[in-house]
């Protein structure tokens, strides 16, 4: 085991590939999803001009604290992440119809991933980190995509990007740029070094 007992580490979020990064990492951990209205913060955001990281990292950073009150002891961690394309903000597709439109937008064009990461401790802020991978769509034929689209079923409503990388979404790109674990949603080199440096994880 390369985890020490202490501090716990309390993942605020819900999202399934984050908790399958933390687990591939062998790290020990709790889950308790942040009680927050995201879609407010993002319009608010988006109003005064703030950038995608910004929202990320705004995003993240409210997870964290909110769920810290609970486990004052642990470190924790929210994340976010925001696909931006053309200058506009994807969320989460509805539907498997709002997917079909979303991945439409997005064939053949380059979108970047705004993930960000932050954690507390004891009601404290005690680090952040963004990362920006970018991903471009080769331009696949509806044939393919009504295809893709049956395969995935409703796994495409848990993505911003409507695919999963680790998955079969990665038939859906030429080319990826960026830490692969960053793409899924969290930065985990970076959050693994703050951990050594937290006493977390063994040097």
Avoid: N
């Avoid at 439109?101 to 404290?124: E, I, N, P, S």
């Avoid at 080769?138 to 993505?159: K, N, P, Q």
Wanted: aromatic share 6%; charged share 20%.
């Amino acid at each position: 085991m390369l985890q020490r007992p202490s501090p716990r580490l309390v993942l605020a979020s819900a999202s399934a590939s984050r908790r399958a990064l933390l687990e591939a990492a062998g790290l020990a951990f709790a889950i308790q999803p942040a009680d927050l209205d995201e879609a407010v913060v993002k319009q608010a955001a988006s109003a005064e001009g703030a950038s995608a990281e910004t929202a990320a990292l705004r995003l993240a950073d409210l997870k964290a604290a909110v769920v810290v009150r609970d486990h004052p002891d642990a470190l924790v961690v929210g994340a976010d992440q925001i696909l931006v394309c053309d200058g506009v903000w994807f969320d989460k597709p509805a539907d498997l119809l709002a997917a079909r439109q979303q991945l439409l937008t997005l064939r053949g064009k380059t979108h970047t991933l705004a993930t960000a990461a932050v954690c507390y401790r004891d009601g404290r802020h005690m680090w952040s980190q963004i990362a920006t991978p970018r991903l471009t769509m080769r331009d696949f034929s509806h044939e393919f995509i009504d295809a893709y689209l049956a395969a995935e079923g409703d796994h495409v409503t848990g993505s911003v990007g409507a695919y999963r990388l680790e998955c079969l979404g990665m038939h859906l790109f030429s080319a990826v740029e960026g830490e692969y674990s960053a793409i899924l949603g969290l930065p985990m080199l970076a959050l693994l070094e703050f951990l050594r440096r937290q006493g977390s994880l063994i040097i």
